[in-house]
């Protein structure tokens, strides 16, 4: 899955969790569990890897290259030790990370987890698959034939992005959509 399916995938879940009458994140457990949704991404070069590119409207062109030659390095250095859907993508760092940020009271490392589980369930979804049984195997298990960046991607995420635009504003945190029409722009710049 790409990065904004990855972050529809979380978001959408994190919705249904607070509208079923669940914990509801504040504004910096949005902000986690959007960058739990991408974290175990940084073994393979995408959008975490790249946070300058990513919110290159909202910073200085300088420090949105500082930020893309960092996060690379980083990418670079994981990918050579893991691999791209290697350990990161076990499902079991992203539980551990939700008990320990409920055990320390640290609500936004628990928002985190959840979006880093949230991640690796819509990896599970595409033709590659994850380890999700990892560590107890490293076996790639896959639930369904979409390939990433395809059309049955884009059938997938759509209406994800619908549901955010018409649910999002019961949930989410009225300043965060100040945020929200920033990242768009910033995402449009990108693609268009």
Not at 150 to 163: R, Y
Request: hydrophobic share 50%.
């Amino acid at each position: 899955m790409t990065g904004p399916t990855h972050v529809a995938i979380a978001t959408v879940a994190t919705i249904g969790l607070a509208a079923a009458g669940g914990p509801t994140p504040a504004g910096l457990g949005w902000l986690a569990v959007i960058i739990g949704s991408l974290a175990p991404d940084i073994d393979g070069g995408g959008y975490i890897a790249r946070p300058g590119s990513l919110l290159g409207r909202l910073l200085p062109r300088w420090v949105a290259r500082l930020l893309d030659a960092i996060g690379m390095t980083i990418s670079n250095v994981v990918r050579s030790i893991f691999g791209h859907r290697g350990a990161l993508h076990w499902p079991v760092w992203g539980m551990i990370l939700m008990l320990l940020g409920v055990n320390s009271g640290q609500l936004w490392l628990a928002w985190f987890g959840w979006g880093y589980v949230w991640h690796i369930l819509g990896d599970f979804c595409t033709v590659s698959g994850v380890p999700l049984l990892g560590p107890l195997s490293t076996k790639d298990i896959k639930w369904s034939p979409i390939r990433t960046g395809t059309w049955g991607e884009a059938l997938v995420s759509t209406p994800l992005w619908l549901l955010i635009l018409w649910q999002g504003r019961n949930f989410i945190p009225p300043q965060a959509w100040v945020w929200v029409d920033k990242f768009v722009d910033s995402f449009s710049a990108i693609f268009l």
